[in-house]
Each structure stands twice: as C-alpha cells, then as structure tokens.
C-alpha cells in the first residue's frame, strides 16, 4: 500500500543497525540463529525507540497546555497484533519491510510471530481499541485504563464438531510494547468496615478500614496515531499482593497462608471473564471491577493534585467515560475518594462525580445488565454500599421534593431492586452519577429512551444522546486490505490515508468505471486466495475462488442468528439434492466466532455447523456447489484475514437485539456486500449507502416487539406456509446432519417450532427471498462491483475518528486536533 513512497535508503540503513542491535543486545540472539518471534521482538524494540521520545514529550506538553484529558475505562481492550499498526503509524513500514528484506527476513513472517493481544470478548473489546487509536490519531490526550489480564480470552479449537476452550498465553514470551511501572502501585482494599470519626473541624467523617490490601502495578503501553499525530497510553493494571502483609505472615511463620494470600489477590488479573452476557454476578467479576476502578480513579487524582490542581477544576481537567457498566463503581468509589480521603461535602463531590463522568450502554440483552446482590457489595464494598444507599436516598427525595410521588415509578428508578433479592442496579447507578449516557447507534440509543432507562429519561430528558459506532479505517483498511489500500491512492491520490473519512466519497464518481470495478474485483480474488490457502491448511478444505464467499464470523449467540443462516445452508444442500442439474450459483458460508464457555446452545450451534460442513462438504451431488466452513479460533488477526476476502457481509440479528455491530462496518468498508436486518448500525448504513446497494430483509424491531407482546411465538404457521423451512427443519431434527446420534438438534429445532424468540421462522422466507436477490445481482458482475465500489465510497462516516470527534464535543469538550 505505502509501498509507492520509496523508503530512503539512509533510513533503512539505520533502521537495519537498530534492529540488529535489539536483536543482539536485548534479545541476545545473533542474526544467523534468530527465530521469527526473536526478530519481531527486536523489531518492537526498534519501532519502540521511535515512539519513546513523541511518548514523553506529549504528555509534558499536555501538563504544560493545562490540556483536559480523557480516561476511558473499560474491562476490555481487544488489541490484535500492534507490530503493523505501530509501523505503519510512525511511517516506518516500509523502511521496517525493506530493512528486513536486506537481511533476508519477510516481514510477514515476522508479523505472524507476535502473539494477539485477546484482552477482550468482541465488539465492546475491539470499540475501545479503536477508540484508542482514534483519540491518538486526532491528538486527544487519553489514557485506556483496564486490566492486564495475564490469560485473554480463551483459545477455542474444534474437536469433533465441539467448541474446545485452551488457555490464552500471550505473555508466555513477554511483551515488547508495554513498560512496567513497578513505582507505580496502589493500594486497593477489600472487606472491612467502616467507622465514623470526628474530623479536626468536628464533622462528621467515615473511615472504611478494609480487611484485605492488595496492590494494582501499572504495565503501560503507548498508543501511537497516524502519523505520530498523538502518542498516548494504555495503562493496565496487574495485581500483585501486598509485600508487607505477605513478609509479616511470613515473618510469624504462616508460609502457606500468606502464599495463599498473594494467590488470592493476584488471581484477580490472572483472567478475562470470556462470557458477553452471561456468567454475571461473580466475585471475582466484582472484585476484577472495583479493583481496575480504583487504581484508575486514584492514579487520575494524583496526576490531577499533581500538577497543582484544585479539586473543583476536576471537569474541567478529567472526562472519565465508564465503557457499559462494568466500571459503573466509579461513580461511588469517586465519591469515597473525595469525600473520606479528600473530605468535600457531599453536594460538591456529587456535583464534581456527575459532571465528570460519562457512561456508554451496550447491550439492551436482559441477562446482560449488570447488577450485584446488596449481600456481597455491603460484604465486599462495605464504604461503597453506604454511599449508594445515600445516592439513592438523596435521588429519592429530590424526586418527591418535585412532586413526584408514584410508587412504581420510584421502583423503577431507584438504585435497588427490590424484588429479586436485593440487588444494586449498575446501569442506574451509572446513569444517576453521570452527566451523559450514550448508546452506540440511533436504533438503540431510542430503544435506550423507550426500555431499560424509559423512567430515567423521563426525569433527565436531556442526558442520554446518541454516538454510532465506528471503526478505525487504519487497521480496517490499510492494514488489512494493502491491495484495495494501493487501488483507492491510485483512483484518489495518497491524501486519502490522512483523510479516508472524507476522500472515500470521491469514489463514487468512479462507481460506474469498469476499470475500477475490475480493480476491486481482482483485489477481492487474490484475498480471497489467500483465505483459502488458511482454509486449506488449517481445515484441509479446498475453495473455489470463484464462488460467493458468504461469511459470518463474530461472537456466537442466539440473537445473532447464526442458526438462521444454517438453515438457509441445509435448505440451499436441499434444493441442490432436489434438482441437481439446475443452474446453481457456486457459494462457500464461512463461520466463525467463539461461544461462552457455559453457553450450551451457542457451542450446539457450533457443532451443527460442522455437522453441516462435514456432510455437505462431502456429497458428491452437491460437486462443490456449496461448501460450509467453521474457521476456528476467531480473533483479531483472523478478522483482518477473512473481511477483505468477503463478498457477501451477514449481519442478520433479530431486530432491535444488536446494540451496533462494528463488523458489518468493515465489512462494507472492504467493499463486501451486507445481507442483514434493519437493526443497530445497519440502520444507518442503508441510509448512507443506499438502500439499494444491501439486501435489507425481516421484521423490524417494532413488529418484533408487536409479536413477542402478542405471545406469537409458536411458528407452526410460519413453517406450513414455507416447505423449504419445514424441509429444513425436519432434516435437522431427525439426524440427517447428525448420523451418530440422531436426536442431537431434536429439542433446538422443537424450540424453533414452539418458543422461536429469535424469530427465525418469522423471517425465513425474507431472509431466503434476500438471498436470492444476492445470487440475481452476483450474477450480473457490472451491477455487484459498482454496488461494492459505493460501499466502500458511501461508509466513511462510520470511522471512529468521526465517533470520537463527536465524543470530544459533545460529551468531553476537549479541543480535537489531529
Ligand atoms: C457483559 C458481560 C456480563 C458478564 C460477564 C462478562 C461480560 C462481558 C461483556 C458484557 C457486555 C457485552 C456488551 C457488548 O459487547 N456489546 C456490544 O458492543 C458493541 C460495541 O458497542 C456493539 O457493536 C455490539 O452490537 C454490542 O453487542
């Protein structure tokens, strides 16, 4: 892609001395012997001088500027790889690739050496890293707070058709990118109680004096935008035990106990929990939450007292954005910090917490809305419990004092549920103590405002607004698409890597030039042969690059429907056994994508898939017609292979479930086609692309809402009027896929008939009339390129740097440079 500027070769030359010096001074291996993973080491090490020097300098200027900054807490940072991403922002690419080649080294390999930083489940995850690179790229001084987790994400395998989980060990050969901050480490307590003292001014103060100590050490990793615009940090935290407890236990003795102290406090940060919606209301969750938020909030205090700041200039200095609500603590542990270890009154530490915070929803999905049973927070937050109950009260009574006195309203909105055992409402909590609540696309933002905060919008009318999604356009495209990167510079000029956002849209005036269209086309085929060597060597599975690749791939769950569109496979294996000399439009369904460890119909959809593959794939009627693939262990990396190797994107969830989707971005980015809902973003990707350039089918979110209202969920008259459903289903059901044990999808499929939630009968036949409008457009090629070519044209607004800039001036007020 930047392979058009020529590297100097005086550049690479020093580059070359760098490199080899890492390699033999901090890697200690010697060019002749190194393996990949010692040269992309030393190669880090490298790029990381680079980075050092813009690292400090930026965040003495913004001291020095009295600039606000924002810390962006979130539980999740799905990274991916950073090698290319570092390179390709410091402008050292294609130095690094030439400098590598005169040593006789491919850059390539090289990259596939670095393990995939997995810090995060999905689309929450995978949002704050590009959040992180935006926020650099437009030079917003930001910090990423979380945890560095030592096990990410699982890796998942398939053995016979089932889901495998494997330990994820990325650190398992140290990280290049990150710095340890041993001088950096705060304390952070648990348990105890709390005491009232008298202050030296006689009020009245509470002490909390925690049971348990432990201590959260920084582990920073620098950031870099485009072009070195802005250099920030992504500061996680590990927790280690407390030194003198652990010697004291010692000292006395007790060798095991306090080795099973340091144990239990480091076990904190040993793993991410790899469920996106169920498995809540784990202590070790709750402790992994306060235990990130504390350190955070503390550490930003100390910067901010640091530089001499007052207290009351904290908004004006501090955004704190809570990322959903898992650092939703923050609004009481802010208020602890400032009232027991800073001693304000209450009104103004309310005052300082509210107009500092912000708070981002992401998921409407009921088993998804967090919230902790009273028992366990007055157990392990006992100080935190306190302040609630007073936040609550306090919200209460301003609620009466206007008058407001209807009982299930106040229900509704108070801090405490009442009814399910006593629990705290996170998302209350997070929207009372927060100046701004956004969702991530307008469809969700509204049905933000109509469900879970529809009492709570009603008495702060102008709190929550709406901040679609996005996707940084440098991974997304230049990266992971160099071959489409280097035709839009040739149609458009090398101005669209500073601007992509903007001179994407010059591509529409192109849309109809076969020229152009041949160039999108040829990029796709030779990214989708190089999928197809992965599928090859890792399945055994050949391709045919010449057919529709349809592809699915992104966390597995019910809402999602990858059921839906394994039904269109069987029904597709059917039509084709039903009439085998027909003329068939040749297509592969590519899947992907993990499922909770503990979510038992996610992991038997993901054997049904490859039942599916292993018999379809198999017959010889079908003669490669339609193949089926599971790729395993999705991530980062393997997003960057399979999206630009896409002709057909599938976002097709039940409306009104997917907050966004950030996939189907990339996806219409890279110029592949979206088959999908009218739910989340695509919403307003039809808008911006065109109705008629995606295949938009089903029920909308209003008439699902209707039909789940009714109690319409027995799909028998769905099914009567489709024989290709009911064919679908009865061979499912009775083991046509599943040989070895025939009543493997008995109950799935009885659930479809008779409690179909997702509605996935409902929209069967849309959803198959959809597809055949796909196969009519694939088959006249002028048509699907100069569809795919205004994707790509028409999607620029759903970059992260547009999300961001909205963030920077409507919800933080910092100035956006960049
Ligand atoms: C919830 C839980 C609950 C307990 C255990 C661990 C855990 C981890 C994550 C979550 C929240 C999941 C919410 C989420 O990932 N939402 C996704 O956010 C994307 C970015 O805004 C959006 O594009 C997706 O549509 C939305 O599903």
């Not at 035709?487 to 500073?498: I, K, V």
């Amino acid at each position: 892609m930047q392979g058009s500027s020529t590297p100097v070769p005086e550049q690479v030359e020093n580059f070359k001395q760098e490199v080899l010096t890492r390699l033999r001074y901090d890697v200690g291996k010697d060019a002749a012997d190194a393996y990949a993973h010692d040269w992309f080491e030393a190669l880090a090490l490298a790029a990381r001088r680079y980075i050092v020097d813009g690292w400090d300098e930026a965040s003495h200027s913004i001291d020095r500027g009295r600039r606000k900054r924002v810390y962006y807490l979130s539980l999740e940072f799905l990274i991916g790889r950073l090698l290319i991403d570092n390179l390709s922002n410091l402008g050292l690419l294609e130095i690094a690739r030439e400098a590598l080649l005169q040593l006789g080294v491919d850059l390539e390999q090289v990259r596939l050496a670095e393990p995939d930083a997995a810090l995060g489940n999905g689309g929450l995850g995978r949002l704050a890293a590009c959040f992180m690179e935006s926020m650099a790229t437009l030079d917003i001084p930001a910090y990423g707070y979380g945890i560095r987790y030592e096990h990410g994400l699982f890796r998942q395998s398939i053995a016979d058709g089932w889901q495998q989980e494997q330990p994820e060990t990325w650190l398992d050969f140290g990280n290049p990118w990150e710095f340890e901050r041993p001088e950096c480490s705060i304390s952070i307590g648990f348990g105890g109680s709390v005491y009232a003292l008298n202050g030296s001014d006689g009020s009245a103060r509470q002490h909390w004096e925690p049971m348990e100590r432990l201590r959260a050490v920084a582990y920073d990793m620098p950031i870099v935008g485009w072009r070195r615009a802005g250099v920030n940090t992504l500061r996680l935290w590990r927790a280690r035990g407390e030194e003198t407890l652990k010697l004291d236990r010692f000292n006395a003795g007790d060798h095991l106990g306090a080795v099973a102290d340091t144990a239990r406090a480091e076990s904190i940060s040993r793993v991410l929990y790899p469920a996106d919606s169920t498995e809540a209301g784990q202590e070790l969750r709750l402790r992994q939450e306060y235990f990130f938020v504390s350190a955070s909030l503390q550490d930003l205090l100390q910067r901010h007292l640091g530089q001499g700041l007052a207290l009351a200039s904290l908004p004006a200095r501090v955004a704190i954005q809570l990322n959903d609500t898992h650092p939703a603590i923050a609004v009481a542990e802010l208020m602890r910090l400032l009232l027991d270890d800073h001693y304000l009154q209450w009104e103004q530490a309310w005052g300082l917490t509210v107009a500092t915070l912000s708070y981002t929803n992401h998921t409407l999905l009921p088993e998804a809305l967090e919230s902790w049973p009273v028992a366990l927070m007055e157990r392990l937050l006992p100080r935190h419990m306190q302040i609630i109950y007073l936040v609550n009260a306090f919200h209460i009574d301003a609620l009466r004092a206007k008058d407001i006195h209807d009982f299930a309203l106040l229900r509704a909105v108070s801090l405490i549920e009442e009814d399910n055992g006593r629990r705290v409402r996170m998302g209350n909590l997070a929207f009372l103590g927060s100046h701004s609540v956004n969702g991530v696309s307008a469809l969700h933002t509204e049905l933000m405002r109509e469900t879970v905060f529809r009492d709570l919008h009603r008495l702060y009318p102008a709190r929550i607004s709406n901040k679609t999604n996005g996707v940084t356009f440098r991974r997304w495209l230049f990266q992971a698409n160099p071959e489409l990167t280097g035709l839009l510079c040739e149609c458009l000029g090398r101005e669209l890597l500073d601007d992509p956002e903007r001179r994407l849209r010059g591509l529409e005036a192109h849309a109809g030039d076969a020229a152009v269209q041949r160039g999108f086309a040829q990029q796709r085929r030779h990214n989708k042969a190089r999928l197809a060597q992965l599928v090859e060597e890792r399945l055994g599975i050949r391709l045919d690059v010449e057919a529709l690749f349809d592809v699915q791939v992104k966390r597995i769950h019910e809402y999602k429907r990858q059921l839906l569109n394994l039904l269109h496979a069987v029904a597709l294996y059917q039509d084709i056994r039903n009439d085998p000399a027909a003329p068939r439009l040749p297509r592969v369904k590519i899947f992907a994508g993990k499922a909770a460890p503990s979510y038992h119909q996610a992991k038997l959809i993901i054997k049904l898939a490859n039942d599916i593959a292993r018999i379809v794939n198999d017959d010889p009627t079908v003669r490669g017609l339609l193949k089926v693939v599971f790729i395993p262990n999705y991530n980062v990396s393997l997003a960057e292979a399979i999206i630009p190797a896409a002709d057909l994107s599938e976002q097709i969830s039940t409306a009104g479930l997917e907050a966004s989707g950030t996939s189907n971005m990339k996806f219409a980015l890279n110029g592949a086609l979206t088959i999908g809902t009218l739910d989340g973003a695509n919403v307003e990707m039809s808008e911006r692309i065109g109705l008629e350039n995606l295949f938009i089918f089903g029920l909308t979110a209003q008439q699902v809402e209707a039909r789940k209202h009714a109690g319409e969920l027995s799909m028998a008259g769905e099914i009567a009027a489709s024989p290709r459903l009911q064919e679908a289903l009865q061979a499912i059901g009775s083991g046509v896929f599943s040989p070895d044990d025939a009543n493997r999808y008995t109950a799935l499929v009885e659930g479809l008939r008779h409690d179909d939630r997702f509605m996935l009968c409902a929209d069967f036949e849309a959803y198959w009339q959809a597809q055949a409008r796909v196969e009519a457009l694939w088959r006249e090629p002028a048509r699907w390129w100069h569809a795919a070519v205004l994707n790509t044209a028409r999607v620029g607004w759903f970059s992260s740097d547009r999300t961001i800039r909205e963030y920077a001036e409507e919800i933080w007020k910092v100035p956006v440079g960049g």
